[in-house]
């Protein structure tokens, strides 16, 4: 039986800028909507809250910065004049200006979901995006994949063919199943991922996500203890994949040691990667988690003086810049003080340690990821190259200058080791 | 008729120098009134908004005499009640005198008021940066015969006059932004049957509207980036944006479930509540002016100047004031675009309105873009 789901607007754009930003300059003959729209999302992205800006850079930096080719720049800033996301100065036909009038938040992506509804997807686009929605929740078998589209094998096929070369969508084979897993979503701990869903099916996979979304930062021990997580019970298979994601992933949570509680790991859901993370966004979001993980250290492994609002605990510290002193603080804030995030002064006399913000913009942003991330579990505007929002903003010449560095670092070769150098000379006979 | 042309015309030129914005001719009602119908009580020759270094504005009001006989201090102590009662921070008494003692300059000074004489008043504008009057000022609305044509442009049409009205007193004499903004809509969808985008003077009235809407848009922009910079979740956004467009949380729900109660009768629904019409363009217009609140604030002039060389039929934006602001202010002109397209499309004024605002915006955009 089919089990097609109906994407929204929103999640229909924002799927295609993940698509299009893992197949960056891979060019699919089967796509043409999809990755426009992909294209289309990623420029408007860049171009949000942005002056007016001369069309040559626009294309310069697209070109360079977002991988969109030379020749479809133009095409792109048609549609996005035609659903008023800019507008353009013109002499003829020639684009002089480009002054945006981007929408914020979920209304850029429900607009160009719309627009991309209205120009219509073919089939394998169409089952592309449902099986890369699906991913985006959970991994999941193969088979549960196949019954659910009720696409044929060859159509399924060719997405995961294309998906695995795009880096979005991709098999894997755990415990003798296959399972399809979306790199974008989960690249970290992928193996863990994939051998939880082949032992307890998606849905124990999915429930423990939702869970963990709703409670991001919690203490493993905390999960451990209590077998629940925000009053949702856990099932033996569902706590040891939790444990197994802090103990053995590629990358592991934050973890803080304290005298009087040992050491201590936060789960979050898994960091989101390509097109639904820009790299540039991605120190600033490990800071985000360490600040979460050290108010939920406060919450729920304090020593003596408990955290009880956590978020209003983070927002005090944005708008203040420092946190009254604390005796906890010097072991509870230690990673968010690696992080350079903020500095501890600690009273030789009292013991106690304040903890200021080192006031920067990177640490006001991770400030209100963590915001983001206690409130409502996820963050927004993590798509957003800061670099090429950087370059669209400067002048001309200045984005000239980056992208022709640019250049030269991706030409840049490795140089052979010496010893390698020698065995070559050798073997041809110089 | 306007009296003492020549010094009002004069202060103009130094507000448009030094990038103020001027209206001249102000009316001013009583605040409250128990009569059914009120006249003005007295009026302000020329009224200028001078762009704040955190965003907004504060108000400077010029007074201008001929009259060898007024007596300085006496208008002096006359405007500033007038300053008090409007809220205006500091004002200027331009004065046909020989002689002003000087003690009553420095009380006129203790009371935040500048008393000039017309023979002095080239060197006073040059000690305040106003070297090149005429090449700085360079202005469509720098001749007070346009201004006459501007304010009177009701006389053949009365459905007119409530936007005359508002636009010569009420704007002026609205203390919050909110309810301004509120006002330009509602007196545009009032007056949009009655536009041919064909007649100058009414396209200036429509552009001119456009610019004191944009006034208002950049308070109440620079109010928000108060309460939360560049806010990250839409929804308390968004809130916020409804709730200070009516007066905060009290008014808003008071007037909301009125409001509700009023579409209920009427056999509809409305799930968003109170707002304005196009409010996805609205919210994302004030959130785009959040961006850059200083910069928003210079929207409204380049809309005043629009206004007036559509009322002169010009057909290109080329004056010096409406350039240096661009330039100057890349995003000025930008928003002067958005804001204008919002305010034409969400009344529903004929869409030549806005066809002709923006083509002479976006020119005026790519010059100031090419020109740096």
């Known amino acids: 039986m089919t089990d097609s789901i109906k994407l929204a607007n929103e999640d229909l754009a924002a799927r295609c800028h993940e698509i299009q930003v893992g197949l960056s300059q891979l060019e699919v003959p089967h796509f043409d909507t999809l990755p426009f729209i992909g294209m289309c999302v990623r420029l408007a992205l860049h171009l949000q809250g942005l002056p007016p800006i001369p069309y040559e850079q626009v294309r310069l930096v697209a070109t360079a910065f977002l991988d969109i080719p030379p020749t479809s720049v133009k095409r792109v800033i048609l549609a996005l004049a035609e659903i008023e996301f800019v507008r353009l100065a013109q002499e003829g036909s020639t684009i002089k200006t480009v002054v945006p009038d981007v929408p914020y938040y979920v209304n850029l992506y429900r607009r160009l979901g719309e627009y991309a509804s209205s120009e219509g997807l073919n089939e394998l686009e169409a089952l592309t995006l449902d099986v890369v929605q699906r991913l985006s929740v959970s991994p999941q078998s193969l088979d549960a994949i196949r019954n659910k589209t009720n696409a044929e094998a060859t159509a399924i096929n060719t997405v995961f063919e294309i998906g695995s070369q795009g880096g979005y969508a991709r098999v894997m084979r755990a415990r003798g199943k296959d399972i399809a897993i979306s790199p974008t979503y989960f690249s970290e701990n992928a193996e863990s991922f994939a051998q939880a869903v082949a032992k307890a099916g998606a849905s124990s996979v999915q429930g423990v996500l939702q869970a963990l979304q709703r409670h991001q930062g919690v203490p493993l021990s905390e999960v451990t203890r209590t077998a629940e997580l925000g009053g949702s019970r856990l099932s033996g298979d569902q706590i040891s994949l939790l444990q197994t994601l802090a103990g053995e992933g590629a990358v592991r949570p934050p973890s803080i040691s304290t005298t009087h509680s040992g050491e201590n790991f936060f789960l979050f859901t898994p960091t989101p990667h390509g097109g639904a993370m820009s790299p540039t966004k991605r120190p600033i979001f490990e800071k985000a988690m360490a600040l979460v993980s050290s108010v939920r250290q406060g919450q729920y492994l304090a020593k003596a003086y408990r955290i009880k609002y956590p978020y209003a605990l983070i927002s005090s510290f944005a708008e203040k810049r420092f946190l009254n002193p604390n005796s906890e603080a010097l072991e509870q804030y230690r990673n968010v003080v690696h992080m350079g995030v903020a500095t501890l002064a600690r009273n030789a006399y009292s013991g106690r340690a304040t903890l200021k913000l080192i006031d920067t913009k990177e640490n006001l942003e991770a400030l209100d990821m963590a915001k983001a991330l206690l409130s409502s579990g996820s963050v927004s505007g993590l798509e957003v190259d800061d670099e090429a929002k950087f370059a669209l903003e400067k002048d001309q010449t200045y984005a000239e200058s980056i992208i022709a560095s640019n250049h030269l670092r991706a030409r840049r070769k490795v140089p052979l080791s010496a010893e390698l150098q020698d065995q070559l000379e050798l073997a041809l006979g110089a | ?372």
């Open chain 2, 1 to 372: 008729m306007i009296k003492d042309r020549d010094q009002k015309e004069a202060a103009l030129k130094f507000c448009l120098a030094r990038k103020w914005f001027p209206h001249v001719e102000v009316d001013i009602y009583p605040e409250r009134q128990v009569s059914k119908r009120s006249s003005a009580q007295t009026d302000i020759d020329l009224l200028a908004l001078i762009p704040g270094n955190f965003g907004g504005f504060t108000k400077h009001v010029f007074d201008c005499k001929t009259k060898a006989k007024e007596s300085p201090i006496n208008r002096v102590l006359w405007l500033h009640g007038l300053m008090k009662q409007l809220g205006v921070q500091t004002g200027t008494c331009l004065l046909k005198k020989d002689y002003i003692e000087v003690d009553h300059r420095l009380s006129a000074f203790d009371l935040g008021i500048s008393l000039v004489e017309e023979s002095e008043f080239p060197e006073w504008s040059k000690g305040l940066g106003v070297i090149r009057t005429e090449a700085q000022a360079h202005s469509f609305a720098e001749k007070f015969e346009d201004w006459e044509k501007l304010l009177s442009a009701d006389y053949r049409n009365p459905v007119l006059t409530p936007a005359i009205r508002f636009l010569r007193s009420g704007f002026w004499q609205i203390k919050d932004d909110a309810e301004a903004a509120r006002k330009c809509i509602f007196l545009l969808k009032l007056i949009r049957g009655e536009i041919d985008p064909s007649k100058s003077e009414q396209m200036a009235l429509v552009v001119y509207l456009a610019a004191l809407f944009s006034l208002a848009a950049a308070g109440l922009a620079h109010r928000l980036f108060s309460l939360f910079v560049l806010p990250k979740d839409q929804g308390v956004y968004d809130e916020a944006l409804r709730v200070s467009l009516y007066g905060g949380r009290d008014a808003y729900e008071q007037r909301n479930s009125i409001y509700k109660l009023l579409v209920k009768e009427r056999g509809h629904e409305d799930p968003e509540g109170l707002g304005v019409p196009g409010w996805e363009h609205f919210s994302r217009l004030i959130r785009q002016m959040m961006e850059a609140p200083i910069e928003a604030t210079y929207a409204a002039h380049i809309l005043q100047e629009l206004a007036f060389a559509l009322l002169k039929n010009e057909t290109e934006l080329n004056s010096i004031r409406a350039r240096t602001i661009s330039e100057d202010r890349k995003r000025a002109a930008q928003y002067a675009l958005n804001l204008s397209s919002y305010i034409f499309k969400a009344t529903k004024l004929p869409p030549e309105v806005e066809s002709i605002a923006s083509t002479q915006l976006l020119m005026l955009i790519s010059y100031s873009v090419s020109a740096k």
